[in-house]
C-alpha cells in the first residue's frame, strides 16, 4: 500500500520530468514498449507540425515515412529487447515525416527508462537538415578542389575522397571509404605513420605535412611518388577529422633536378674552358713554331694535343650550351640578316669534311624574302650541326640537299635532306635526346657525343621554332627546321 506521501513525491518527480522534457531544446518523445507515444514536448509539435493531443496514444510509426513502417516494429523490438543508451539507427540514414507527409533527416538519440508501467523509451530528435545542407556543400566542394582530397578521422580511417584522390591513386573511391589511411602510403613508412598522425590529432592545426621532410604516396599498383600534403582540422559533430590536400610533385621535383644539373654542368663546363684554352693556345704557338723549330715527330705529337683539346673544347661548349637552355639563361642576339650568304658561309666551313667522302652539297631556294630577324649566330650553328651530321652519316659520293621555303604566318621552312644510311623508325625519337647515340657501344663506326641533335633542338624551340625528321633504313633523311621569319615581331604578337 502507498502512503499519501509516497503519492506525493511520485507526483513531484513526474512533474519534474515532464518540465524537463518540456524545457528540452530538441523534440523529445516517450514510447512504451508497445511503440505508443506517451509523451511529447512543445518542440516535438513545432518540428512534426502536429498537436500534442493528436500525438498521444498513436503509435511511434506516425512520425516514420511510410516506405520504413514495415520494418520499424522489428527494430523496436530487438531495441527493447536489449536497452540501453545509444544512437539510433547507426551508420544509417534515419528521416521523419511531418503531419504534411514532408520528409527530413535526423538524429535519434534513445534513452530506456523504467516506471511503473515497464521499461519506456526516450527519444530526443534532432532535425539535420541544415547539416545535410553543410556536408553537401562541403562535400561539392571538396570534390571539386583541383588536387586530390580526403577526410581522415582520428582512427586514421578514410571518410570521403574526390575524384582527384582516385586519379592520381588508381583506386575507386569504394575502394578507398573506410581503410587506414596507411593504405596510400609506401610501405616502409607504415609502421611509424600512426604515431605521427596521433601527434597530429593531439595538437591539430592548420599546418604543411613532413615539414623538412621528403614526403612520399603509393599508388594502388605499388609505384611511389613525390607529394606535398596540406592538412586542415576539422571538427564534426562525430569527432575532430583532417582535411589532406595532396598534390604530386613528381614533375616539380624533376624540373628542379634538372635544373640543378644543368646549373652543376653549366658552373664545371667554365671551370674546363679556361685551362682547355690555355691547352689550345700554348699547342698553337708550337704549332707556328713561335718558340722555336720542332722535329716532325713533335709537331706531330703537338697537333694530336691540338686536335684533341680542340675537340674537348666542342664538347665542353656544346654542355654548356645546353645547360644554360635548360636553366634559362640563354640569351638572343637578335639580328638582321641574309638567310642565304648564312647558308653559303656554313656550307663553306663543311665543304673540306664533304670533299673528304666526295659529298656534293646543293643549295635550293623558293623563299621570296631575303633577310630574316633572329639569332645569327644560334642559326649558324643548327645549320653547322644538321650539315655535319647529315656529312657523318652520308654515304661516298652521297648528296646533300638544302632548300628553303616560306611557310604560312610568318615561319619559313628549312629543309635538310641527304641520301645516306637513313635511321629506323624505332629510333627517330632518340635522335634529340642528349648524350645517346644510335650506334653506341665498342663497334660503334661513327664519332660524336650524342649533343649535336640535342643541343640543336632546344636552339630551335629557344626561337619558338619547331624541328622534326622523316627517315627510313637506305633511304637517307630529312631534316625540317620551322622557324619565324621575324622572331622580335612573332614574340610580340604571342604576347599580346
Not at 51 to 60: A, K, V
Not at 228 to 250: H, K, Q, R, W, Y
Amino acid at each position: 500500500m502507498i502512503s499519501g506521501k509516497e503519492d506525493i513525491t511520485d507526483k513531484k518527480s513526474e512533474e519534474r520530468f515532464r518540465l524537463v522534457v518540456e524545457s528540452a531544446p530538441n523534440a523529445m518523445l516517450l514510447v512504451s514498449s508497445a511503440g505508443k507515444i506517451t509523451l511529447v514536448n512543445s518542440q516535438t509539435e513545432k518540428l512534426f507540425q502536429y498537436s500534442r493531443e493528436e500525438l498521444i496514444g498513436q503509435g511511434i510509426e506516425i512520425l516514420i515515412p511510410k516506405r520504413y513502417t514495415e520494418k520499424h516494429p522489428g527494430f523496436r523490438n530487438m531495441f527493447f529487447a536489449k536497452p540501453e543508451t545509444r544512437s539510433m539507427g547507426v551508420g544509417r540514414e534515419l528521416f521523419a515525416s511531418r503531419k504534411d507527409g514532408t520528409e527530413f533527416p535526423v538524429e535519434i538519440g534513445l534513452n530506456p527508462i523504467e516506471d511503473s508501467e515497464g521499461i519506456m523509451v526516450l527519444a530526443s530528435i534532432i532535425d539535420i537538415t541544415e547539416r545535410k545542407k553543410s556536408e553537401e556543400r562541403f562535400r561539392l566542394v571538396v570534390e571539386s578542389a583541383p588536387n586530390a582530397m580526403l577526410l581522415v578521422n582520428s582512427e586514421g580511417k578514410i571518410t570521403l575522397v574526390n575524384s582527384q584522390t582516385e586519379k592520381l591513386f588508381q583506386y575507386a573511391r569504394e575502394e578507398l571509404i573506410d581503410q587506414g589511411i596507411e593504405i596510400l602510403i609506401p610501405k616502409r613508412f607504415t609502421e611509424k605513420h600512426p604515431g605521427f598522425r596521433n601527434m597530429f590529432f593531439a595538437k591539430p592545426e592548420t599546418r604543411s605535412m613532413g615539414v623538412g621532410r621528403e614526403l612520399f604516396a603509393s599508388r594502388k599498383d605499388g609505384t611511389e611518388f613525390p607529394v606535398e600534403i596540406g592538412l586542415n582540422p576539422i571538427e564534426f559533430t562525430d569527432g575532430n577529422m583532417v582535411l589532406a590536400s595532396i598534390i604530386d610533385i613528381t614533375e616539380r621535383k624533376t624540373q628542379e633536378s634538372n635544373r640543378l644539373k644543368s646549373d652543376f654542368l653549366a658552373n664545371m663546363s667554365h671551370e674546363l674552358r679556361t685551362p682547355m684554352n690555355a691547352i689550345i693556345g700554348f699547342s698553337e704557338l708550337l704549332i707556328d713554331k713561335k718558340v722555336g723549330e720542332l722535329s716532325p715527330k713533335q709537331l706531330e705529337y703537338i697537333n694530336d694535343i691540338h686536335a684533341s683539346g680542340s675537340h674537348l673544347l666542342h664538347l665542353i661548349n656544346d654542355i654548356l650550351d645546353i645547360s644554360k637552355i635548360e636553366s634559362g639563361k640563354i640569351e638572343l642576339q637578335l639580328e638582321s640578316f641574309n638567310i642565304y650568304k648564312a647558308i653559303e658561309e656554313v656550307i663553306k666551313v663543311v665543304k673540306p669534311l664533304a670533299d673528304k667522302k666526295h659529298i656534293c652539297i646543293e643549295l635550293k631556294s623558293s623563299i621570296v624574302i631575303n633577310f630574316i630577324y633572329l639569332d645569327r649566330n644560334r642559326f649558324l650553328q643548327i645549320l653547322y650541326n644538321l650539315l655535319s651530321n647529315a656529312i657523318k652519316f652520308n654515304t661516298e659520293d652521297g648528296n646533300i640537299y638544302v632548300e628553303v621555303s616560306s611557310q604560312e604566318k610568318g615561319y619559313f621552312l628549312l629543309k635538310i635532306r641527304d641520301t645516306g644510311i637513313g635511321i629506323a623508325k624505332e629510333d627517330l625519337h632518340k635522335l634529340f635526346i642528349p648524350f645517346v647515340q644510335l650506334d653506341a657501344g665498342t663497334t660503334r663506326r661513327h664519332e660524336g657525343t650524342g649533343l649535336g641533335l640535342a643541343l640543336t633542338k632546344k636552339i630551335v624551340e629557344a626561337q619558338q621554332g619547331e624541328i622534326s625528321i622523316e627517315s627510313a633504313p637506305g633511304q637517307g633523311a630529312i631534316f625540317y627546321v620551322k622557324l619565324p621569319v621575324n622572331l622580335e615581331k612573332m614574340t610580340n604578337e604571342i604576347e599580346l
